[in-house]
């Protein structure tokens, strides 16, 4: 298990979708709305918005719920106006944390966020003071039973990208620069390969090593997180191993 990407809500979030699926689709709403406030609101010229309509659409948001938060980023309907932040803390065991959100309101999401990490082992801190142990990269998922690893590979790199693994449930995680995530997964589709999920996130590049008794209340930090509506995602510098993440 990677708890130093993306992975790590994904494992945490398992088996508790419908409690969190409102929220869900608050999230992802917002993220349309952003992507569209800052590349538009057609998504054949907006390669994010694409994919957070996409996205949207794998967990079922309703058609016009999406259509909806395209208008509210281009301003075509009135709504709240969010801004993309991201906020560093460190969590119990010295664990490195990025938290990406998305907010109409600073105050109250630095509020949320201080109260979060200050009741569970962590605390919120300056910018810059844990963001060095991470390096920003695009990734883009492929389900195992979409291609073969051979022939994923070969297109990957020949679309530009850095590396291509194989996470634990068996799918397929091409790594790419940030800057080149867009075209190359718009080649593998062009390519008749699917892309599942297509994101820009963070691997660490110094990890911690907090005890068995850290890493569970470093799960709870987190689910915690998860549960605020303005956070989008969250990353971290350890690895949590599966049957503490089976606890949770």
Not at 91 to 114: C, F
Not at 143 to 168: H, I, M, S, W, Y
Request: glycine fraction near 8%.
């Amino acid at each position: 298990m990677a708890g130093h990407s993306k992975w790590a809500n994904i494992r945490i979030r398992k088996g508790k979708q419908d409690k969190i699926r409102s929220k869900l689709f608050t999230k992802l709403a917002r993220e349309i709305i952003v992507a569209a406030k800052l590349g538009g609101g057609d998504p054949s010229m907006n390669a994010r918005l694409r994919t957070a309509i996409d996205k949207a659409k794998a967990e079922s948001v309703p058609k016009d719920n999406i259509e909806r938060a395209i208008k509210r980023g281009t301003g075509e309907i009135e709504g709240e106006n969010f801004e993309e932040i991201t906020y560093e803390g460190i969590g119990p065991g010295g664990v490195a944390i990025m938290i990406d959100v998305y907010s109409e309101n600073r105050n109250r999401t630095v509020g949320e966020l201080r109260h979060a990490l200050s009741r569970n082992g962590g605390n919120l801190t300056e910018n810059g003071s844990v963001s060095w142990q991470f390096k920003a990269v695009g990734q883009i998922v492929v389900r195992q039973n979409a291609v073969d690893e051979e022939t994923l590979t070969l297109a990957a790199l020949d679309a530009g990208a850095e590396d291509v693994t194989t996470d634990d449930d068996g799918s397929f995680v091409v790594q790419t620069r940030v800057e080149a995530l867009h075209k190359c997964a718009d080649a593998l589709n062009k390519q008749g390969i699917p892309t599942e999920d297509v994101v820009m996130t963070r691997l660490a590049t110094n990890m911690a090593n907090p005890t068995p008794d850290e890493m569970r209340q470093l799960v709870r930090l987190l689910d915690v997180l998860e549960e605020l509506d303005d956070v989008k995602e969250t990353q971290i510098n350890a690895e949590i191993p599966e049957e503490i993440l089976q606890e949770a």
